[in-house]
């Protein structure tokens, strides 16, 4: 190849190469990363707004608190007095029965027994919820 035939075709070739369309556009490219800046901008303004409604409902609470704190507390002399209410009477508004520690056992024995029963669970008997109960009775 002579160096003429090789001038002639760098010559070409930059030629083609300079009227090559450019295939980013640098307008394009600055109108984008305007739209991006603008858009986390707005994104912002999200936060604000959540930290402002945080506040008021903070605000709210708070001076809820200071009401109930301001509030004027009952005198325990002005409460009525209560009746004493003896223990048989108690048990028999309630419909409690006294049972002897024995009647209480063999109650005891029998729930473990239903309960494993309805639970299918041969090992209940052996739980630690009922042993502890057995033990500190």
């Known amino acids: 190849m002579d160096d003429k035939q090789l ?4 010559k070409k070739l930059k030629t083609t190469y300079n009227d090559m369309p450019a295939r980013s556009n640098a307008d394009k490219i600055t109108k984008a990363i305007i739209k991006y800046k603008a858009k986390t901008k707005s994104f912002h303004f999200s ?10 409902i903070a605000g709210v609470l708070i ?6 704190s301001q509030a004027p507390l009952d005198s325990p002399n002005d409460e009525p007095k209560k009746q004493e209410i003896s223990l048989e ?4 508004e309630r419909n409690y029965e006294y049972k002897t520690f024995e009647e209480l056992e ?6 473990v027994e239903d309960t ?9 008997a052996a739980s630690d919820l009922v042993l502890n109960v057995s033990d500190s009775l």
Not at 7 to 10: D, H, I, N, Y
Not at 89 to 92: D, E, I
Not at 106 to 111: A, I, L, Q, S
């Open 89 to 92: 009477n108690k048990a028999q």
């Open 7 to 10: 001038e002639t075709r760098l």
């Open 47 to 56: 936060y604000v707004a959540s930290l402002i409604g945080v506040g008021m």
């Open 106 to 111: 063999d109650y005891f024995n029998k729930k």
């Open 116 to 124: 494993t029963k309805r639970l299918g669970y041969d090992g209940f």
């Open 63 to 68: 001076a809820g608190i200071f009401q109930q």
